[in-house]
């Protein structure tokens, strides 16, 4: 089955920029997405990719795809007190990863 | 809108005992899923159904059953309440399985403990 991997915890400064990163292994996917999860809540979509495409941009978030190392990642630019959440990276076949949570320090 | 809806948002089973896990959604989405949240594990699928009437385990289905007997609703049945499933569930919908522009959509989760 697929595997999505991604570390577990990402700590950052209130302006700074945040990478959250996602390796996979099916290369099947149509689609390649993001979800925010904030305390006690459900996931909600936050972006996704096309697969052929390598960058997705949209507001503060970007997406970068390397099909080939089969890695994807996701960049918060300007990072807000907000943004502290659980990101989980998932693909086309109902599999996540186990969710970066990340921190943001005033 | 209301979404996906889960009942009951709280619940403690003792070892053994039996309960059902209520999702509802307005959508009319065809697929639906069940998942589980632990610590450290993310999420990983129970069973899933891709139309009224269907269903099909996912990586962790030892322990639980499910129905589909309406569209709009999705149920997760625990037989015999084990302390490895105190966990935090999570229902799902979907208008398709691989569809960027139509993600899925999260209810708010059930919490339980089996002690």
């Known amino acids: 089955g697929e595997d999505v991997e991604q570390s577990l915890f990402l700590s950052v400064r209130e302006g700074d920029s945040s990478v959250i990163n996602c390796t996979y292994t099916d290369s099947s996917s149509t689609y390649l997405y993001w979800y925010k999860q904030e305390p006690g809540a459900g996931l909600q979509l936050l972006t996704y990719i096309f697969s052929n495409m390598d960058m997705k941009q949209d507001q503060r978030l970007t997406v970068l795809l390397n099909k080939k190392d089969k890695h994807l990642s996701l960049r918060i630019a300007d990072t807000q007190t907000g943004d502290s959440a659980i990101y989980f990276c998932a693909g086309g076949n109902m599999r996540f990863g186990a969710g970066t949570r990340l921190t943001v320090k005033p | 809108n209301a979404g996906v809806t889960q009942t009951p948002k709280f619940r403690v089973l003792k070892t053994g005992q039996s309960m059902t896990l209520l999702c509802a959604q307005d959508?009319?989405?065809?697929?639906m899923y069940w998942y589980r949240q632990d610590p450290g594990m993310g999420l990983r699928l129970i069973h899933y159904s891709v139309g009224e009437g269907t269903t099909a385990k996912g990586e962790v289905p030892d322990g639980y059953n499910v129905s589909r007997l309406k569209k709009q609703n999705f149920l997760l049945g625990l037989e015999s309440a084990a302390p490895s499933q105190t966990s935090v569930y999570f229902c799902a919908s979907s208008y398709a399985m691989n569809r960027g522009d139509y993600g899925y959509t999260f209810g708010s989760g059930t919490r339980l403990t089996v002690v």
């Open positions: 959508m009319n989405h065809e697929y």
